[in-house]
Every structure is written in C-alpha cells, then in structure tokens.
C-alpha cells in the first residue's frame, strides 16, 4: 500500500494504491486520487515495494493508475526512512511488516507520503542468513 499527497496545483493532491493477495484468492486491488471535486476511484494497473529481505528498505515504489477517463498516472517513490516489523502469523507463520516515509514523485511533481508491505512465511531469508551461506568460514 502506498499513500502520497501532492502540493503543486496540476498534480494529485493526494493518491492512495493497495492490493491484499492472499495463498486462496486472487489478489484485491484498489486506487483512488483526491482532485479538486474530492477523491475518485481509479483502476489499479501496478504496485510493486520491491523488498530483498524483511530486514532492508524497500529498492523500489512504483504504482501506476488509471482514472475514470483513461488518463495514466504513474508514482515513484523513494524510501526516506523505515521500520522492519515481525509478528506471530497463521499456524507457525510470520508476518513481515515494512512500514515507512517516502518522497513520491509523479511527472514533475514532488510529494511525501508513506508505504506498508507485509507478506506471510514459514520461514523469510535475511541479509544475514543470506551472508553466512557464502561464508566460508562456516563450514
């Protein structure tokens, strides 16, 4: 999910993007823009937070929308700050939260905002998980 609020006049004042996947049902998707006549619903074409571990900040924010009209709206975003979150899941599972700040940029106009990502797993690789595979001194 990523929300984004907009100051210059020509761009969004604000944008809002989600999508809920879950293992047993397609993906739920949602986007929405607040113009000057409040917010309107909007086709939610992609949204990816790109995460290489749970422990790390986002690579990369990128939504793209279309409105009512046909018109395209794409939103990039880069992580200011964030925090990793981990709770208890389903079963023996556990849910990874990363949750933060980001400036967002859509054409030529600048805005802040936030972004959540979370995602299920028995068991998510970490940076150092990852490391201590190639290390040779733990054979």
């Known amino acids: 999910m990523i ?3 907009f100051e210059d006049k020509e761009a969004p004042r604000a944008l809002e993007a989600r999508s809920v996947a879950t293992a047993d049902s397609p993906p739920g998707c949602s986007a929405r823009i607040l113009g000057a006549g409040g917010w309107s619903p909007c086709e939610l074409r992609d949204l990816m937070i790109d995460t290489p571990s749970v422990e790390e900040p986002p690579h990369r924010i990128f939504a ?3 409105r009512s009209d046909g018109s ?3 939103v990039e975003g880069h992580v200011e700050c964030f925090i990793p979150l981990s709770r208890p ?7 990874y939260t990363s949750l933060g700040f980001a400036s967002f940029r859509t054409g030529a106009h600048r805005g802040a905002g936030m972004f959540e990502y979370s995602r299920v797993a028995d068991s998510v690789p970490t940076a150092v998980d990852e490391n201590n595979e190639y290390d040779s001194d733990s054979d």
């Open 72 to 74: 395209s709206c794409e």
């Open 64 to 66: 793209s929308l279309t």
């Open 3 to 5: 929300w984004a609020c």
């Open 89 to 95: 899941g389903p079963g023996n599972s556990r849910i």
